[in-house]
């Protein structure tokens, strides 16, 4: 009897310490260099090179996708374009180099407008091995974006190297 309650104590203290039931997402899907973990109330799908992600009331858009390093250039035009033809403001990103859970990282952030709202979309450049880089894409307007801050927060400090 002691055991057993010692044993359901020690599994509920473990639960406390436990993230928020999440998706785990490896990417490249072949010999993968990153995993992220998204909310499992997210609705995500897997799309072309990665998978994406909403949140519950479909306002803060997040992607994790990869490319060969020698497409980087026309993937990043790429995302402008996206920017473009979603109605975001296209402006110049500011760029900074940073540290991701252990893991060298390239931001893009642009500061802009979204149906005339502050609205903020990160890229952040992630190194995917063998001539790859992953892509974290996070969009969605600042109230929002404050609004699931806990849920980025924690789909961010998920993202680990794999090797």
């Keep these: 009897m ?10 509920a203290l473990s639960l406390l310490g436990s993230p928020v039931l999440a998706k785990n997402f490896a990417v490249p899907d072949k ?3 990153i995993i992220v973990s998204i909310p499992n109330d997210w609705d995500t799908k897997e799309v072309k090179y990665g ?6 009331n479909k306002d803060v858009y997040i992607s994790v996708e990869f490319a060969a390093i020698k497409n980087v250039k026309a993937m990043m035009e790429a995302n402008q374009k996206w920017m473009k033809d979603t109605g975001i403001k296209v402006n ?8 991701l ?5 390239t ?4 500061e802009t407008t979204y149906k005339d709202e502050p609205t903020t979309v990160d890229f ?15 969009w969605g307007n600042d109230e929002e974006r404050t609004k699931h801050g806990k849920a980025i927060d924690s789909i961010l400090s998920s993202v680990k190297a794999i090797n």
């Design 2 to 11: 002691k055991f057993r309650r010692t044993a359901v104590i020690a599994l």
């Design 31 to 33: 010999d993968p260099a």
């Design 51 to 56: 998978y994406e992600g909403w949140s519950p």
């Design 92 to 99: 110049k990103p500011i760029e900074a180099e940073t540290n």
């Design 101 to 105: 859970n252990g893991i060298a990282a």
């Design 107 to 110: 931001i893009y952030k642009f």
């Design 124 to 138: 952040i450049m992630l190194p995917g091995g063998k001539d790859r880089v992953v892509l974290l894409t996070l």
